[in-house]
């Protein structure tokens, strides 16, 4: 399967301070990033929709303005917690739809996630 | 009624059986539809893919849809302990571009 990278694997900050988490699609080209977030014992929560060179769709509930999104290239978006606190404490996972044509045209694979702790 | 449904087991089953996870899904204008495997701590690892009506065979995967009953099947053949993890059903609109997950099915294979 194609390959999505994240970095870092994981993070630990002090309040207050941002987070940048980088995800990259290796192998591939990606019409579309989404960002989830997931808390332990719970399902994945999608935070975001972004597309190469416009602005991201956030859900519901989901600050824009703490949670920046930069989707600068087909194969790389940032994720960016600003003035992170320890409630955003979380595992961040990336996610990369391939844009290819035939069987893999609807394919979604998933990064290996960020896991954030906030002091 | 939610979007996408799954029973969230725990699924427990010998080693060396069938694992069957069922998946049923409301909006009928769906079109492509995909099973992960998501091991605790870790991030979601696709299996399966499936886009038309009847049976895709993958190892020992097995994927069913039926797209008149509005479900999704996954069954796992001589499952092994490895395979305990939470199995999560996926669905995409036609004209949608995020997937619709449930809420997953909690797998256990004892030895």
């Given amino acids: ?119 | 009624q939610k979007e996408v449904e799954q029973n969230s087991g725990p699924l427990s089953v010998p080693e060396g059986a069938i694992a069957s996870l069922n998946c049923t899904y409301s909006d009928r204008g769906s079109q492509s539809f995909f099973w992960y495997r998501q091991y605790s701590g870790k991030s979601p690892e696709l299996i399966m893919s499936i886009y038309s009506n009847g049976d895709k065979e993958d190892g020992r995967f097995t994927a069913q849809l039926n797209k008149a009953s509005q479900y999704v099947s996954l069954l796992i053949r001589d499952s092994q302990p490895s395979d305990s993890a939470t199995y999560l059903c996926a669905v995409r609109a036609a004209a949608g571009n995020k997937l619709t997950f449930g809420g997953g099915t909690r797998v256990l294979v004892k030895p």
Avoid at chain 1, 7 to 33: N, Y
Wanted: with cysteine; glycine share 6%; proline share 3%.
């Fill in chain 1, 1 to 119: 399967g194609a390959v999505v990278s994240q970095h870092p694997s994981w993070v630990i900050c002090k309040s207050g301070t941002s987070v940048k988490i980088e995800c990259r699609s290796l192998d591939f080209q990606a019409t579309t990033m989404f960002w989830y977030r997931q808390f332990p014992k719970q399902s994945l929560m999608l935070m975001a929709t972004s597309n190469e060179g416009s602005k991201a769709t956030y859900e519901q509930g989901v600050e824009k303005d703490k949670f920046l999104i930069n989707h600068a290239s087909l194969t790389l978006s940032t994720l960016t917690v600003t003035s992170a606190h320890p409630e955003d404490s979380s595992f961040y996972i990336c996610s990369a739809r391939v844009i290819a044509s035939g069987r893999k045209a609807d394919t979604q694979y998933f990064g290996p996630g960020t896991r954030l702790t906030v002091l």
